[in-house]
């Protein structure tokens, strides 16, 4: 999408229009205003409301200031409102403030980690009200080349191995048992005496492999039934140093093999063994004639022992490497993609696991660095991983951390792909809004987008604070100056591929005009502003969409994932939901 769409335009779309008018895709609270704040200040024309337009009160904030970060709990907000009228009210995140007669006031304001919204609204006894919108960054920030510990928790279910039983099922009934076989011709050889015999196998054939697969305790049971084997060949033999030949023909209702599959965490990755295997014959048949009784003896012993190893040999060898391939997305990997025109790094290791009778747990520390960002900051929250009761499920669940999130959205931001001084192009949103006046529009985003996954609530989102974009004249004039927050709900939906994916959903959007120019030629109307909301939002949803899809969620080889679930859980986001097998 970057190539075809500039990042930067779209942000400074979207900010041209996050004003106070509604759109279809989310909510705008707020008026557009053009009155002065701390930062901004009103250079020209009131434009019908919100902070000082149209006589409304104006409020101008002394703390926190814009891009605020803290390590405290607690931020205090202070400020002052003034207008035309008696100033009745001033509610800070919906709470009274302690209104002096100056207009001043101040108010306390705990701070949770991630960004807090801060938003002030002032009412006059005329029924006219004011917003400013700012948000502070409260938390441990910690360098972007630091891992997440437990960053993605995985649990899989005894149906979802179904999938590994098929994949080894599948993988059994296109082996070529034959070729096997006939490689290690003669099968039996007891040499060249008077008394001796070579076995050659010249075909093996069955009517199919069943194989079943279920969780135990330190691993998943594995139960491989080949029906109806069918083996002939020919034997050579020297009887009393007389030589002589016969074919033969072995039959066995089936072969049947058992073990435990058994998954290790041997220097950061998974080495998948199988252990404990028992095998045996059921129905075991021999149709050879004309031979001496040495040689016949030699089908119920050596003969028979040699087509078991075979066969358990091939299967022991093919459990582990289809295995393997079905926990693909859990082994230690490291790759690079490209996204916004930054190369970002990521990488998964496996720090964890645990088989239990109802399924498997695994634990991966996650790490996501950009290129073009050395030295970037993200939020570090770490919380304990959800335990067995939160990850169960008929299916597959996935948590991840908010982390997760944060140290991608950090390093993106820290790199400076998410701003820029953009032109306007022909009949865009943007150019329909200021007419011909507008040269260029340059977008700030001050601080770096947030996740943020709460069980009291029940709610994940992605938080943006103090975005802003000044637009200027051909002669360099700041025409019109806009500031933005947002919080944009989070869900999860079953991605192209099967997998599930973390999508963002309906903003809540706090936005404001800090100043605008009485040399603007062009109103900018409401029915311009929301044209240009429209269309900012749901294209910035389209690049975090791009960003969110590149985190490394995993998921089970040739599975489908329905009926995706969505649970934040203490910091997590558990994905998941049942799953169909192809």
């Given amino acids: 999408m970057a190539d075809t769409l500039s990042t930067n335009r779209l942000l400074a779309v979207l900010l041209g229009g996050l004003l106070a008018f509604g759109c279809s895709s989310g909510s705008v609270d707020g008026e557009d205003d053009g009155a002065a704040e701390d930062d901004g200040g009103n250079d020209g024309a009131d434009d019908g409301g919100g902070n000082g337009g149209n006589g409304a009160p104006v409020i101008t904030i002394t703390s926190p200031e814009r891009g605020t970060v803290s390590t405290a709990d607690s931020v205090e907000v202070s400020g002052r409102v003034t207008g035309s009228g008696s100033i009745s009210q001033v509610t800070i995140n919906g709470n009274a403030a302690e209104l002096a007669s100056d207009g001043s006031f101040t108010a306390n304001l705990a701070l949770e980690e991630g960004i ?42 005894g149906t979802a191995m179904t999938g590994l039983s098929g994949m080894i099922q599948d993988f059994a009934n296109n082996t070529d048992f034959t070729a096997l076989a006939t490689s290690l011709n003669p099968v039996v050889n007891t040499g060249d005496g008077c008394n001796s015999a070579k076995v050659f196998v010249e075909s093996v054939q069955h009517e199919g492999v069943d194989v079943g697969a279920g969780p135990v305790a330190g691993g998943i049971a594995a139960d491989v039934s080949v029906r109806n084997l069918t083996v002939t060949g020919r034997v050579t033999f020297r009887a009393v140093c007389v030589s002589g030949s016969a074919d033969f023909t072995l039959t066995a209702d089936g072969f049947n093999l058992t073990g435990t599959i058994t998954p290790t965490l041997t220097g950061g990755d998974i080495n998948v063994g199988l252990n404990g295997v028992a095998n045996s014959f059921s129905g075991f048949a021999i149709d050879v004639s004309g031979i001496p009784g040495f040689v016949e003896s030699l089908f119920t012993g050596a003969v028979r022992d040699q087509l078991s190893n075979i066969l358990r040999d091939t299967i022991t060898n093919m459990v582990p490497t289809v295995a393997n391939g079905f926990l693909s997305d859990f082994l230690a990997d490291s790759y690079s993609i490209s996204i916004l025109g930054q190369t970002i790094s990521l990488s998964v290791t496996p720090s964890a696991m645990n088989w239990t009778e109802q399924g498997g747990t695994i634990v991966l520390d996650t790490s996501s660095t950009v290129d073009a960002a050395e030295g970037a900051l993200y939020l570090s929250s770490p919380r304990p991983r959800p335990g067995d009761a939160d990850l169960a499920s008929t299916g597959i669940r996935i948590a991840v951390a908010d982390d997760v999130l944060n140290q991608l ?143 490394p969620v995993p998921g089970i080889a040739g599975a489908t994932i329905t009926s995706p679930t969505f649970q934040p859980v203490g910091g997590y986001l558990l994905l998941g939901g049942d799953i169909a097998f192809e």
């Fill in 116 to 157: 807090t919204l801060i938003e002030t609204v002032a009412r006059d006894d005329a029924g006219r009200e004011s917003t400013d919108a700012r948000g502070v960054l409260a938390g441990n920030l910690v360098d972007q080349s630091t891992p997440v510990t437990e960053g993605l928790v995985a649990n899989m279910s």
């Fill in 409 to 551: 959205l950090g390093s993106i931001w820290a790199s400076g792909a998410l701003e820029d001084t953009v032109l306007p192009l022909p009949g865009d949103a943007l150019s329909a809004a200021f007419g011909g006046d507008v040269q260029s529009a340059a977008v700030t985003m001050i601080l770096p987008p947030v996740a943020n996954f709460d069980t009291s609530t029940g709610t994940a989102k992605l938080t943006i604070a103090d975005l802003q974009m000044d637009a200027s004249s051909p002669s360099g004039e700041v025409l019109a100056s806009f500031v933005l927050s947002a919080e944009i709900d989070l869900a999860v939906e079953t991605s192209a591929d099967g997998r599930v994916r973390i999508v963002t959903r309906a903003p809540r959007i706090l936005a404001q005009v800090l100043s605008q120019s009485d040399s603007l030629l062009t109103e900018l109307t409401a029915d311009k502003v929301a044209a240009i909301a429209e269309l900012g939002i749901s294209q910035v949803s389209l690049l975090a969409d791009d960003l969110l899809g590149s985190i």
